[in-house]
């Protein structure tokens, strides 16, 4: 059994006069996940991301309104949060925030205006905002695809990748510091009509594999980068002949159409799991194979209801089940590959973000 005991961060959509994060411990031996803190006043911090800068912990978030939104930058202490910056525009939707590899900039996806906005990183921590760029264009779906929905950006190896639901397509950019913007290239993916990618990983000694998740078709794409770009190596369906389950469907009916949350892959790129909402409430899990394609393994349910993310914390998986607002843990025993429910749980107003407190 793991011992190590690991601090958690939560992000959720918790009202101003609510705890919108919360810090937690997760302590596996004692079969326990505890509150030890939280920060109020922002509305809506749905999605999270730390940097360690020297001894301090500067945490990244946005806040959520009908009018627009915020990007913050909060300096972590013990005696609780101190706003370092604040970046108010038109952001309707803010949905993702990252920090890049190099840790000198941050960058947020916007789902509802379909745009990308980067900021500097600067000495104490606060950001200084650099560019935007704008998606424009609709998919195949009139219903969830009439505008751009830019739903995820993250960089690697000096380029970024943006993954636009509503335009079927995961953008890559080229990433100009010098002159502060991004750059387009010819290397974006496109998929298949309709199908909305959502979320994305990296992985491979060579940062020569990308695992996609769409939301809308529930499938998991898997590609191979050469000297051409990226090459579709293999397409899993995230539920493959899935049967209505009781366990696998509370409250929500097998007939509605289950979508694609969350992607995360373990620390030794082994395993593959993605969070399943709506439908099915549930996590699958694949093994990935030495070529980097991916075999099914199993689909267990959360405990709760819309499993918007997870993190992966040794053999653990804690869940962030916003309509239920409870935070479950499941565990993945490498033996038998399969995921179990446990026992432990905490409360939490909407949790939608986990993330390692560093």
Sequence with gaps: MEKRKREIVLGGYGKQNEQGICFAEFAPEQGSLRKISGIGGLSAPTYLAILKKGGDRILYTFERSGQGGAVVALLLSEKGAQELSRFTADWIGPCHISVSEKEDLVYCASYGKGNIAVFRILEDGGLRYLCKIQHVGHGARPDRQSVPHCHFAGDRDGELFVADLGL???????????????????????????????????????????????????????????????????????????????????????????????????????????????????????????????????????????????????????VANKDSDMVTVMHFDRQTETLSLTDIKMEMVQPTCVVAAR
Aim: net charge negative.
């Design 168 to 318: 079927d397509k995961v953008f890559i950019y080229g990433i100009d510091r010098e002159n502060e913007t991004l750059v387009p290239t010819d290397r974006d993916i496109d998929f298949p009509a309709g199908s909305g990618p959502r979320h994305l990983v990296m992985a491979g000694e060579k940062r020569d594999r990308l695992y996609v998740l769409t939301e809308m078709s529930s499938e998991v794409f898997a590609y191979r980068k050469t000297e051409a770009g990226w090459e579709l190596l293999d397409r899993a369906d995230a539920l493959p002949g899935m049967e209505p389950s009781e366990e696998l469907c509370v409250p929500a009916s097998a007939d509605v159409l289950s979508v694609g949350s969350a992607i995360k892959m373990s620390a030794d790129e082994k395993y593959l799991f993605v969070s399943l909402r709506l439908g099915y409430q549930a996590i699958t899990a694949f093994r990935v194979e030495e070529d980097g394609r991916l075999t099914y393994l199993c689909t267990m349910g959360t405990g709760g209801i819309t499993p918007r993310d997870f993190g992966v914390f040794g053999n653990h998986l804690i």
